[in-house]
């Protein structure tokens, strides 16, 4: 990391702090006591069912682990590229990431049922499924960020950082490819593709760029940090290149489902016939989270409000996404016999309802205060951001 530039921990009074943990605590009490009402209850005060498996929670839980891969990029254009105008920012890259994995992961296991058997499923993996090898890529990608975020800070080991960013680079990919193959190798009508792995490539790249940029923005202007230009216009434009290559493969995926006879049908009821997933699909994924937020990027001049705006219409946008592709997803019948007709008393050949319930909805905002609180802690506690990012502390790439 440059010398020219002084670490110092999240400022301001302790008042000030503590009012924010404060607040964050809200939605983690509220999370905390829907989990305990759901797991004393079960999941029948829940809108999930035998059909729908993967309800709200999952749907925050999804998006952040996808967001968490992509926080990294910052990170690892400093590291293992050699953009030196974003090495001062990199620290608070691994930190972000590490924090939004903790949030995801926490969901997923609050969201099983039965969380007291997570260590089962942690010791006793199936090598056949995508789904048992997650723990493998997020216990590695956790490991290697961690890895990452010590020699960053520590000056003994700066000489091993670009190995250490190589790892975390390496398990980045993995651990979002993988999340694609988990719904590109689902046998769902919805789902089934290929293009699932590339096209949550660059899902997380927008999403993890868009809470990256919210959250520096938040820091330096909690703390009246100077933030450059330059660096604001280098961040504008990875989010824009990212922004637009979700859109891309997005319409790449729907015109692949629509043009194929076996999954036309489920691309109908995406695109026109599926009620709240189509306006979702293009109102919140393709408009909010896509269009707008691109037509803000492409200006040549975007001012922090614009840039805030843009990156809050494309989480807006990324939770929409979510919600059509796992929700819409399990709610379109399977077809479990092409080209036969199915009855029996089980749903077949319907489009399952879902309304999610008020503690599926707090159970996933405690998920995501949870990850904002871990950020908030971390930056009060160690010195992870430069004073400034301006010319005046030797301005980055310069």
Known sequence: MAESFVYRELGGPSRRFWGLLALLAVPL???????????????????????IVWGMP??????????????????????????????????????????????????????????????????????????ALRVILYDGFMASVGIYL????????NRYIKPAAILAFVWQLLLITGTGLEFGFNFR????SALYAPMFIAFSSAYGTAVFVLILLAV????????????????????????????FFAVLFLFSKYELARSRDVARF????????????????????GIVPLALLLRSQVSRAALAAACMLVVLGGLAQMYVTLIGGQAYPQILFPGMVESSSFFDGEIHPYTP?????????????LSAAIVAVALRALALLPERLDAAAGEPGA
């Not at 009508?189 to 089934?192: G, H, L, Q, T």
């Not at 330096?220 to 604001?232: A, F, K, Q, T, Y």
């Not at 319930?357 to 205060?369: F, H, I, K, M, Y």
Request: aromatic content about 10%.
């Open 29 to 51: 009490a509220l999370g905390a006591a829907a989990y305990f009402y759901i797991e004393h209850y079960g999941h029948i005060v829940t809108g999930m069912d035998n059909q």
């Open 58 to 131: 999952h749907v925050f839980a999804v998006f952040l682990v996808v967001a968490a891969t992509g926080a990294l990029n910052v990170a690892m254009a400093a590291s293992v590229f050699g953009y030196s105008a974003y090495r001062p920012v990199a620290p608070l890259s691994a930190l972000i990431s590490l924090a939004l994995l903790t949030g995801g992961l926490a969901l997923l296991m609050l969201d099983l049922g039965r969380s007291d058997r997570m260590i089962v499923a942690a010791t006793q993996l199936n090598s056949q499924s995508v789904f």
């Open 150 to 157: 010590w020699f960053l800070l520590e000056r003994r080991m």
């Open 189 to 192: 009508e919805a789902y089934d």
């Open 220 to 247: 330096c202007r909690w703390d009246e940090r100077p933030v450059s230009g330059e660096v604001l216009r280098l961040l504008k434009n990875l989010l824009g290149i990212s922004v637009g290559a979700s859109l």
């Open 270 to 289: 995406l695109l026109f016939d599926g009620g709240v997933y189509t306006a979702l699909l293009w109102l919140g994924q393709l408009a909010i989270g």
């Open 357 to 369: 319930s008020v503690p599926e909805v707090l159970l996933g905002l405690g998920g995501a205060a």
